[in-house]
């Protein structure tokens, strides 16, 4: 269970799609989102993001900051055994509500740092019952050293969690420069996002997996995004992750809170960005298995 944990936490011109429905005032006076097609929310989407051409700009990005450890109906365990690992280091973890909805359950906060270079390497760091776990991927494989399972020797990725890394961790998301990508972009219709009318686009990309992306029809910047399926419970799960509180980093949005949620669980995990770096100098040896 305690694996699972873990490594549930570690491990973009477009065409046109369906008009929506013209602007104007629906049923008691609610604003309709405007008339537009799928290029053209892409294109907004962008700008808002900081542009085409900033985007481009950005080789490497580095996240810290802390996340929730465990999901599902394991986040009394997984805080459980976070806090008694670190008290009998003397050390006492930080903890908040699961899923912010009853006070007595707690979920351990741990921290961590999350580096990414173009094409597609990831490296994430997290300090998880008082020992450092570290996952790297070079854009085609991958490892894992997970110490707090007492299993100090690097190990590769299973074929499935390859497959879940492909396009997980990207600089910039899934719709800038996606014609670049080779992802297709359609208008799947409007639907409503934390009390909000988002435009829900479906993404086709060039491996012919399919993605959804919301994007807010006041802001265009992309508020929810569906993740890469997670097995559990002997079944795979649909994940989406809401993205909040975006700020300006060297004229790119980034968001600063990414929240978590797996189909069929009621929990969920969040991610609070503290520090964000554009553009560090990050050797490609550090995406890479160690040497002995």
Known sequence: MRDRLLLGVLVGLCLPGTLLAAEGKAAGGKTKPAKLTASQIVQKHVAARGGLQA??????????????????DSAERSARYVSS????????PRTSSAGGKDDSRKQAQVPFVLEM????????????????????????????????????????FTAEQAR????????DGPLIDA?????????????????????????????GEVQHVWIDAKSFLDVKVEGTPRRMDGK???????????????????PFVLETAVDGYADTHRMTIEKVA??????D??????KA
Not at 164 to 171: K, M, V
Not at 278 to 283: A, F, G, K, S, V
């Open 55 to 72: 985007w481009r700009g950005v080789q490497s990005m580095a996240w810290s900051g802390e996340m929730e450890v465990g999901y599902a």
């Open 85 to 92: 690992a670190m008290a009998r280091k003397g050390k006492a």
């Open 117 to 156: 270079k173009r094409p597609a390497k990831s490296r994430i760091q997290i300090e998880f019952a008082g020992k450092t776990a570290v996952q790297v991927y070079d854009g085609t494989n991958g490892w894992l050293l997970r110490p707090y399972l007492n299993r100090d020797d690097w190990e590769p």
């Open 164 to 171: 879940s890394q492909q396009g997980r961790w990207e600089l």
């Open 179 to 207: 014609a670049a990508k080779g992802t297709r972009v359609e208008l799947a219709g409007v639907e409503r996002v934390e009390g909000r009318d988002a435009y829900k686009l479906k993404l086709t990309r060039k491996s």
């Open 236 to 254: 795979m799960r649909t994940v989406w992750v809401t993205q909040r509180d975006f700020r300006s980093v060297q004229g790119v949005k980034v």
């Open 278 to 283: 554009l553009n560090p100098r990050l050797d």
């Open 285 to 290: 040896a550090r995406f890479v298995k160690p």
